[in-house]
Every structure is written in C-alpha cells, then in structure tokens.
C-alpha cells in the first residue's frame, strides 16, 4: 500500500488507432526515486514544509518500448536517507515538525565556517585561565600529560558525538544532547542522567559569565578612568545589571546561526585575551622567588584529594560538548553531503586555535607565577594583581575589554539551548510558532533570572568543583556509551575495549571529583554571603 500512495496517478499512455490487439508488453524495471535532501525545516516559520518534487525519467533503453508515465517521490525533504541500504526504511520516517519553530533547528543553513566559530566561542572561556592552579600541584611532568590527554580524551569524546548525530539506522537527526541521551538510555534514564547537568552548563554557565563580565567591566571602568577619576564607581551589583541589560538585548536575535557573527567575534577577543595574558606574563618575567615544587598536603588524603582536584581543573577546562549537537543541527545534510563533514573541518580548525591558547596559558603562566597563582581567577587575577604597575594600562584595559566581550558572545550561545526548551514549551502547547513579543519576554525572564541568582549566589563559584564533577561524563562518558548502544561495535575489538575503557573512567573520575569536592566544602568550607557580592 505505500507503495502505491507513492505514485500520483496520471492519464493512461494512449493506445495504438489500430483495431488489432496490442501485445502485452513486459514491465520494464521500476524508476527510482530520485534522492531528496535529509534536511529538517529551514527558515520557513511554517511547519507545513513541503517537499520538492521533480520528475525523473527512466534511463533510455537500447530496445524501443512503450513509453511508461514517470514515477514521482512524495517524500519530504527533511526525510531524506542518509544511504540507499536504508531508503526504503525511511521514506516513513518523520521529523518533528516543530523543528522549524525552534531557534536551535529554525535555520538549517550552516557551513564549517560557522561551525568554527561556534566551537571556537564556547570551547575557549575564563576557566582555562585557572590551569596553572593545576600544575602547582602536579608539577611540569604530570601537569603537561594530564593536560595533552584530556585535551586528546575530549577530542574523540567531540568526534563521536559527530558521528552519532544522524542515524543510519532510522535516519533521525539527533539535534539536541537530551534528544541524544533519551533516544540510547531511553527517556527516564536519559533525563535522570543528562538533563541537571545539560541545564548547569547552559544556565549555571551563563550565570558565572554575568560574574565575570559585571566584575570585570567594573575593573576596566578603573583602568579607563585612572586614579585620578572623580566619576563616582557602580557598585558590583550595578555592573552586574549593565552586562545582563546588554546580553539581554543581544539575546533578542532568532535563532544560532543569526549569531554566527557573536560567535566570531567572541572567538576572536577569546584568542585575544588569552594570547595577552600569558604574553604579557611571559615577557615582564618570573617573579621573584618563583618555586615550581608541587604543593603538598600535610597528610596523605589531603594530598589525594588535591590531586583529584587538579586533575578536575583541567577536564573542566575543556567545555562546549552539549552544544556541538545543537552546532551540527544548523547545518543542511543529505545523502551526498552529510553534515558531519563540514562541522568536523569547522571542529578541528578551531580545536587547533584552542590547543594553541591553552598550552602555551597554562605552561607560561605557571613558569611566569609558579606557585603564587592565586587560587581564586588564576591568570586574570595575577596579571592585575601583580602588574597593574609594570605592565602597559593600555593592554590592561584591552584585556579587560576582550574578556568583557568575549563572556557578551559566549552568553548568547550557551543560553541558546535554555532558549529552545522554554520556546518548545510553548510550541508543543499551542501548535505554533513562538511570537516575536513573548519570545522577547522569554528571553530577558531568563537573563534577568541568571542575574538575580548571581547576585543572591555569588558563592556559586567555590561549589564549581563539585558541581562540575556531576557535569562532566556529559564531556568524558556518554558519548562513550552511546556509541556502544548505537553502533553497536563488535566484541572485544578495539573501538569495543576503548569507549568501554573511557566511558567507565569517566564516570570513575566523575565520582572521585563529586566526593574531592564534597570534601572540599566540608574541611575548608563556603562562605556563605547571599546577596553580597564581592
């Protein structure tokens, strides 16, 4: 029967003037569909997307027949099959088409370039500028091998979630981290085990972004104005108010790729206050009586859990794996031209400018500060803490300015997704589009959230450690175990024994992490101080 729903009908070939009979003549092969794009709903604001239809005429035959009224294809272009083994299978297949109402999904007109910039903004952020706080406790040998593999852990951890964003066995595209999760441990399983940590990187993301840029815009308001300055200064809170009325009104475009150009100009200035950072460190030389010697804890669990939190510093470094879905899904993707090409040209290009700001922020700050590294804002703190006077005001000022943009453009990315679940609501409800005007309201509710919780929470930042050992087999784990669930490789070969090995470590760390930062807060404590920011 679908067969036949798939062949409109048409008049009958005529027959010959002839009174005589005509020969029955035998069936030629059947005309295949011609290929249609596996593309979700682009631009259009409609969810009744219609396919494009063409006709495609049999290849000429060498022996004249009777000529046969071309087949066509009703299938839609967001149904499109990655390969021919599985066309038949899904030419039923069906997307949700509230896909074109969502600003994740709503533009499928992506390229690697902008699948660079994406990557590159949200994978480079303030907190590799605490990396050296690692090597004070590691030291140069295990500072340097922790950080080249988890930099190489994280890349295989990018590339398998790439590979895992279009089915070749139902050709869905999974646009969404929680979309992914829920399809390979089913949907209970799936939000118990992603959806508080997905939530914490958007949201909780976005709320240490307004303590960085609020505490930092009021740094650079010192800088600019000088000592001399009779203005009177904002207080913290205030800054923090400015930097969310500005993120808020950014936040008003539609959908990721109308951000592209956020994107690259946060990931320029992220390159910029790194590469300033570690420079301007590097070049007015180590201070006097540097000691590279790894700190040590007056007894063995202590040294244990310090330890375990260096090791956490540096795999929280590295950030960005529950947007790389959300990147891909802007991207078209067809049967010839699948989107995992061109995010993963997109993906090593900007993991190359990232490797080449991490290393050299990491190994030159702790040869530029060795142990005095303030624990608290690393390489930041430092550099104002210690060369506020040596150091140009002018490249203080133009680092305060790129961290300033830099969290701006990050903050517009990472909301995305919090945007497209607040949007989905409504959509699924309603059966329409968001409108422009309650989209807005949306949009500044959540701004204005993060910044209420920023300033009733400033502590938030000392239960990072913590928090961020829940977040992170989002990063190391389960795209580990969702290629084995998936793909399903064959026993005891080697992608078999590695993902098996890595997504059993990841969770391992991910425990030793929770409890080295439960420990944490019980022996040292949280200063407890809602509603005053520092």
């Keep these: 029967m679908s067969e036949q729903n798939e062949i409109r009908s048409a008049p009958l070939t005529p027959r010959p003037r002839s009174a005589a009979p005509t020969p029955p003549v035998v069936s030629s092969p059947p005309v295949s569909c011609p290929p249609s794009q596996y593309h979700s709903p682009s631009l259009s604001r409609s969810p009744l997307l219609n396919g494009e239809h063409a006709d495609q005429a049999p290849p000429p035959s060498k022996t004249p027949k009777t000529p046969r009224t071309p087949r066509l294809s009703l299938t839609p272009r967001f149904i499109t099959p990655l390969g021919s083994p599985v066309r038949k299978a899904l030419r039923m297949t069906k997307l949700d088409p509230q896909d074109a109402w969502l600003p994740i999904t709503e533009s499928r007109n992506g390229n690697k370039y902008y699948a660079a910039f994406h990557t590159l903004c949200s994978g480079i952020g303030v907190q590799a500028l605490v990396l050296p706080v690692a090597f004070t406790i590691l030291g140069w040998t295990w500072g340097i091998i922790g950080l080249t593999l988890a930099f190489i852990w994280q890349l295989y951890t990018l590339w398998l979630l790439v590979q895992l964003h279009e089915s070749t066995e139902n050709g869905m595209r999974y646009s969404r981290y929680l979309q992914l999760s829920c399809a390979t441990f089913g949907e209970r399983l799936g939000k ?18 307004i303590i960085i840029g609020g505490s930092t ?21 205030e800054w923090y108010l400015v930097f969310t009325c ?3 009104v950014l936040s008003q475009l539609p959908n990721l790729n109308s951000i592209a150009g956020l994107s690259l100009v946060g990931a320029v200035t992220a390159v910029g206050y790194c590469t300033m950072i570690w420079a301007v ?28 939190n260096a090791l956490g510093i540096i795999a929280f470094a590295f950030r960005g794996h529950n947007l790389i879905l959300e990147i891909q899904a802007t991207m078209p993707s067809d049967e010839k031209h ?23 922020l990491a190994i030159g700050g702790y040869w530029a500060y060795g142990q005095k590294i303030p624990a608290n804002g690393g390489m930041l703190t430092a550099l104002y803490q210690f060369h506020s006077r040596d150091a140009s005001q002018a490249a203080l000022g133009l680092t305060s300015l790129f961290v300033i943009v830099n969290a701006l453009s990050s903050f517009q990315i990472y909301g995305m997704p919090m945007f497209d679940e607040m949007e989905s609501k409504y959509t699924v409800r309603k059966k329409q589009p968001c409108p422009w005007w309650l989209r807005a309201i949306f949009r500044a509710m959540f701004g204005y959230g993060c910044f209420f919780v920023a300033v009733a929470i400033p502590f938030l930042g000392s239960l990072a450690g913590l928090i961020g050992g829940i977040a992170l087999p989002v990063t190391l784990a389960y795209p580990c175990f969702m290629w084995l669930k998936i793909r399903k490789p064959k026993m005891y070969e080697a992608m078999w024994w590695l993902n098996w090995f890595l997504g059993v470590l990841g969770m391992s760390l991910s425990a030793v992490l929770i409890a080295a930062g439960l420990y944490v807060v019980i022996d040292t404590g949280v200063e407890v101080s809602f509603f005053k920011p520092n």
């Design 192 to 209: 118990l085990l992603a959806l508080f940590p997905i939530m914490y990187l958007s949201g909780g993301t976005c709320v240490a972004l």
């Design 217 to 237: 815009s009021k740094l650079f308001f010192q800088i600019v104005c000088g000592a001399t300055c009779s203005a009177k200064p904002l207080t913290t809170v």
């Design 246 to 248: 500005a993120a808020v």
């Design 281 to 308: 460190s590097v070049a007015e030389g180590r201070l006097p009586g540097v000691s590279y010697n790894p700190v040590r804890g007056s007894t063995p669990v202590v040294r244990i859990f310090d330890v375990l």
């Design 338 to 360: 699948p989107s995992r090409v061109p995010i993963w040209q997109g993906v090593r290009v900007s993991y190359t400018v990232i490797s080449a700001c991490l290393f050299p």
